[in-house]
């Protein structure tokens, strides 16, 4: 059984960092890639980053590009996702997807919020 549990979520001011987790089980986790998605209120939930297996590579939403990395520690389960100089159209639920096979796995999602 696939279990995703993120954290790291919170209210933060513009320009902060925050760093997010993803922890998993129930799955060989070194053999799949893994994904960052969020969802604003009222929008789809929209790709952020992506991370091959052995974390050898890494893609990017432009909107985030040059300020998030995301990382992986195969030997425990964990994806990360580092946010930098926070923006508020960063606000929303943020989501670790596991793609196995032809079945996306998601998480409960933590909030991140954005504001002065």
């Known amino acids: 059984q696939v279990q995703i549990v993120e954290s790291g979520g919170g209210l933060v001011q513009p320009g902060a960092s925050l760093r997010l987790s993803c922890l998993t089980s129930g799955f060989t986790f070194s053999s799949v890639s893994l994904s960052w998605f969020r969802q604003a209120p009222g929008l789809e939930r929209e790709f952020v980053a992506g991370i091959s297996n052995a974390g050898g590579l890494t893609n990017y939403a432009d909107s985030v590009k040059g300020r998030f990395r995301i990382s992986r520690d195969n030997a425990i389960n964990t994806m990360y996702l580092q946010m930098n100089n926070l923006k508020p159209e960063d606000t929303g639920v943020y989501f670790c997807?596991?793609?196995?096979?032809?079945?996306?796995?998601w998480g409960q999602g933590t909030q991140v919020t954005v504001a002065s």
């Open positions: 997807r596991v793609r196995i096979g032809a079945t996306n796995n």
